[in-house]
């Protein structure tokens, strides 16, 4: 059985390792949904002692200025994978680091805070892995100038990644933020997954 779950588990980051682009989403319409590339690239199994990685999230006219970055640490959870996520202190020092890995090698474990209440739960649904945050809607964001509670859904496969973030206000839980036009769909442009530690 743990087999099983630790199979799932680095199917998953192998899945979720590379650089992701909706190119053919913003092609088709423009004026709903811009380009963007979402990277997610694994870091070195000391970092948690368990398999990790940094993530950004970039327009792509602008690659080298991420409007979100974050680091994720994967935990095996019976039938559940549980991603907790993680802060960056000063983000803007290791922007880019999703591309050139002599910046990444400059992210150490006290240069991150624990993003508490925002993890991610994923479980396997076939070929794909379906993902959301965990439940309480207690992952709190300000936005406009409103207390929101995020939603995130996420879907996985080896090739594509699906993602729909909103920002629900805490009071009448109406949507504050986050796209009117539906998921986000990826592609995936190129594989890290050589670099997922299988150790």
């Given at each position: 059985?743990?087999?099983v779950?630790?199979?799932?588990?680095?199917?998953l980051?192998?899945?979720m390792a590379?650089?992701?682009s909706?190119y053919k989403?913003?092609?088709?319409?423009p004026q709903?949904f811009?380009?963007?590339?979402?990277?997610f690239r694994?870091l070195?199994?000391e970092?948690?002692?368990?398999?990790?990685?940094?993530?950004?999230q970039v327009?792509?006219?602008?690659?080298?200025?991420?409007?979100?970055?974050?680091?994720?640490?994967?935990?095996?959870?019976d039938?559940q994978?549980?991603i907790?996520?993680?802060?960056l202190n000063d983000p803007v020092?290791?922007?880019?680091?999703a591309?050139?890995?002599?910046?990444?090698?400059?992210?150490?474990p006290?240069?991150?805070?624990r993003r508490?209440n925002?993890?991610?739960?994923?479980?396997?649904?076939?070929e794909?892995?379906?993902?959301?945050?965990?439940?309480?809607?207690?992952?709190?964001i300000e936005?406009?100038?409103c207390s929101?509670?995020l939603?995130?859904?996420?879907?996985?496969t080896?090739?594509?990644w699906?993602?729909?973030d909103?920002?629900?206000d805490?009071n009448t839980?109406?949507?504050?933020?986050?796209s009117?036009?539906g998921?986000?769909w990826?592609e995936?442009r190129?594989?890290?997954?050589?670099?997922?530690?299988l150790?």
């Amino acid at each position: 059985m743990n087999s099983v779950k630790s199979n799932d588990l680095i199917t998953l980051a192998q899945w979720m390792a590379g650089d992701f682009s909706n190119y053919k989403q913003s092609y088709d319409k423009p004026q709903q949904f811009a380009h963007i590339h979402i990277l997610f690239r694994p870091l070195p199994f000391e970092f948690f002692n368990a398999i990790g990685f940094y993530s950004e999230q970039v327009y792509d006219h602008d690659l080298w200025t991420p409007y979100r970055q974050g680091v994720h640490k994967l935990i095996d959870q019976d039938s559940q994978i549980y991603i907790e996520n993680y802060s960056l202190n000063d983000p803007v020092q290791y922007a880019g680091a999703a591309r050139e890995l002599s910046i990444l090698k400059t992210i150490k474990p006290d240069c991150i805070q624990r993003r508490y209440n925002c993890s991610m739960v994923f479980e396997r649904d076939g070929e794909m892995f379906r993902g959301s945050v965990e439940p309480g809607n207690q992952c709190l964001i300000e936005k406009r100038g409103c207390s929101t509670y995020l939603i995130s859904d996420v879907e996985i496969t080896e090739t594509t990644w699906g993602s729909l973030d909103r920002g629900m206000d805490v009071n009448t839980h109406q949507q504050i933020w986050g796209s009117d036009n539906g998921s986000l769909w990826f592609e995936k442009r190129q594989s890290f997954a050589a670099e997922v530690p299988l150790v």
